[in-house]
């Protein structure tokens, strides 16, 4: 299992707020290069209006962490996501967002696939996480969770590889999505 603290992340712009790549698949790709197999990552929409860039053969699934996003997908379909709502595209659709949020985007190509569901966990409990995919992460939106022993806060990764199950426990009311790639 690998730690990675919101610290350790960099934080660049785009041209409707700001984007945090939380991590890439293999660990060499470039977002820049389109050679990865999954990317995952953040972004706030500090506009009212957006337009993706066009990602041909990437699957693309968007959660709100928090705020309200009305996605369009031109001949596809329209949907409005509030927060922990997802919506699952094709990255080559033409997209255009309203609304201002904080997101969290998983970007999949080629046979790699993925899921993303998000669970409160109260203070001072804990709960047993099962996995089915090959490499699992743990994102801490809000609050602090312990991963065997280890002590991740907001904003901070857990990446687990070949792992049936693991329990995680709070240290006060969390906010958790747990991210599963297979392919």
Known sequence: MKHFKASDFKITNWSGGTTTELF?????????DRNFDFRLSTATVEVETSIFTPLDGVDRTLM???????????????????????DHFQGGWN??????????NLMCRGNTKGTMTHFSVLKNSSRLLEFAGTMSLIYCYRGSIQCDGVIGNTGDLFVVEQREKLEIGCLGDCEVVLIEVDG
């Open 24 to 32: 890439i698949w293999p660990e060499t790709a470039k977002y820049s």
């Open 64 to 86: 709100v962490l928090e705020g309200e996003m009305k996605l369009i997908h031109e001949g596809q379909h329209e949907i409005t996501l509030g927060p922990f709502d997802q």
């Open 95 to 104: 997209t255009q967002s309203e609304g201002k949020c904080v997101d969290l």
